[in-house]
């Protein structure tokens, strides 16, 4: 039996009380179309799928975008619900389980709802061993296991987790665990500016990397920024040479690079420090 966690978020303005709904699904290549009116804007009223659509039609959401889901391998739906019926909504959704892999509700706007990223104080204790009959993690650290047993944590490397679990309580718990945690942060969306960008047209390596990292792109990329999760720009330049020197005094951790080509396209991915 599915277990679903519902954490609210409100709206600031009026009485609505806005939900932001994560979809997962076993597809790749669903996704939101364009806003005709809008191009950039990553967010329309309905998606690539029929069924996906009526259930959102007949709920009255008109706010959807998505991401590609970093663990799952497979295009996530987040929809904005402001409607009074959140449990019928998520039911129509589970129900539609030919796409609908999973529903989660997310912490914050914009976040992902069954994935955090964490930072290890060493990087040798709370390495995954292997995983119990359940599917649920196992490390090298007995009290970090516990948390993941009580969370039902199934992915836990390179930095990133998924749980099937209320996700505020997991951090909150990772978070005063900190002789072996020493931080975690909920997991953003990450949009293309550019609906007409390819991800095949820009290769970022090694993730993660210590000191240097390398680019491929097949267009002229013509500047780079870095950004903390807090949203704060770290790095703003035009050179490949000067964008590399930037990263040698980072500490370890998880930041988003933004990299525009000579079209005017943007690409946003999240890189990771050791």
Known sequence: MKKIILIFFGCFSGFAQLNYVQISTNSNSVYVTTNINDPINPYNDSTSDAGLNTIFQNHNVTTITYNFHEIDNTNAIFATYSGTNLNGFIADLENYSSLVTKVSISPEYETFGDVLMYNLVNPTIGIQTGTDSSGVVITNDSGLNSILLNHNVTYFQNYYLQCDCNIVDLKNDLTNYNSVISSSHYASLVFLNTPKFSNNLIKIYPIPFENDIE??????????????????IISDVNQFENFKNSLQNLNSGIYIIELTNDSSEVHRQKIIKK
Do not use: A, V
């Open 215 to 232: 680019i491929e792109s097949n267009n002229l990329i013509t500047n780079y920024k870095l950004f903390s999760l807090d949203g704060k």
